[in-house]
């Protein structure tokens, strides 16, 4: 059969992948996508001045207090409604946030999946912020749908003739169990541009891949941060650092007991 396009009404969370469709408004695509140049040059910078060369080219990593605009739109309804259907109503911090204008082809496109380790539990979830369209152009993801129950991984020849290849729109988010198999598609030869934000999510007992609690308490933001940023920036489920922290509980209460709930 071949990887073949799907419609999103056909997709949902039980086969591992979920579309949800005008997230963000024009106006709000164009500010993440200047948002995106201006931290890329941020990042670039950092790279440079740590002394890392090769494989980071047009990614950026760990933005989420670069730019307030990131921020607000992380809180979309929209977008919180669909991450706590996922968790099941149980709470969640967010494990990465990073995003690329990859428009070539690279280690995305071979099969794999975003978890290192096989759970029965749903415990990470991968998002996609369409800032350019995803399609047969640039690229769309192809899924083999329910996959995600499957510990081990497809043939490629199973991949091959059952994988299907998402479309979304600008404006949308793709969401994906990340235990689900998959492999970014093949940008058409000249594209210019193709800008997505790369949102991962975790139960709150999973490390974080950044210490995104300490980035916000020392952000200029953090006094008026809400709760659901200090939430997902792990600020509830932090660990200690001294015995300072450690016995000024009545002060900062460290993991507090609902993070297992």
């Known amino acids: 059969m071949g990887v073949q396009i799907i419609n999103k009404d056909l997709l949902d969370f039980k086969n591992g992948v979920h579309i949800e469709e005008a997230v963000f408004s024009p106006d709000e695509i164009e500010a993440l996508r200047n948002a995106f140049y201006e931290v890329l040059k941020k990042c670039e910078d950092l790279r440079e001045e740590a002394g890392t060369k090769g494989g980071m080219d047009n990614t950026v990593h760990h933005v989420l207090m670069m730019k307030k605009v990131i921020q607000i739109m992380i809180e979309k309804p929209q977008n ?98 990340s235990r689900i198999w998959h492999r970014a598609g093949n940008p058409i030869d000249g594209l210019k541009e193709r800008i997505i934000y790369t949102p991962i999510y975790s139960r709150p007992f999973i490390k974080p891949g950044y210490d995104y609690s300490q980035a916000l308490q020392k952000s200029p933001e953090f006094a008026g941060s809400s709760d659901f940023i200090k939430q997902i920036c792990s600020y509830y489920s932090d660990v200690p650092k001294n015995h300072v922290e450690w016995y000024g509980f009545d002060k900062r209460r460290f993991y507090m007991k609902d993070q297992d709930l």
């Open 80 to 177: 919180q409604r669909v991450i706590e259907r996922f968790f099941g109503g149980k709470k969640y911090i967010l494990n990465s946030l990073g995003g690329n204008n990859n428009t070539k082809k690279n280690y995305a496109s071979n099969i794999h999946r975003d978890v290192r380790f096989y759970t029965a539990d749903n415990l990470m979830l991968n998002s996609i912020w369409c800032i350019s369209p995803l399609n047969e152009n640039t690229g769309g993801t192809q899924f083999l749908l329910g996959s995600h129950l499957q510990e081990k991984a497809p043939s490629e020849e199973k991949f091959n003739n059952c994988a299907i290849n998402i479309q979304a729109p600008e404006g949308s988010i793709v969401y994906f169990d």
